[in-house]
């Protein structure tokens, strides 16, 4: 019995370029120096929309429903 002994059998894995996902997108915009500033970048955006979807939960429009059938 004789076995190919390949340390290279299934190949190196995939790497990512820097525009694929949405942090090399900030960077190369711009927007941020590295991934992790623009990792950082995003979960303050994320912060602050759901900063602003608890605020219009509790705080905006009215305190009554209207009707859902006229």
Not at 26 to 55: F, P
Request: proline letters at 7%; aromatic letters at 12%.
């Amino acid at each position: 019995m004789q076995f190919n002994d390949s340390a290279d059998e299934f190949g190196t894995p995939p790497t990512q370029s820097a525009g694929t996902d949405i942090t090399g997108k900030l960077v190369t915009w711009g927007l941020a120096s590295n991934r992790q500033q623009a990792e950082y970048i995003l979960m303050a955006v994320g912060a602050v929309a759901l900063l602003a979807a608890l605020y219009f939960m509790f705080f905006g429009g009215s305190s009554s429903a209207p009707p859902l059938l006229p």
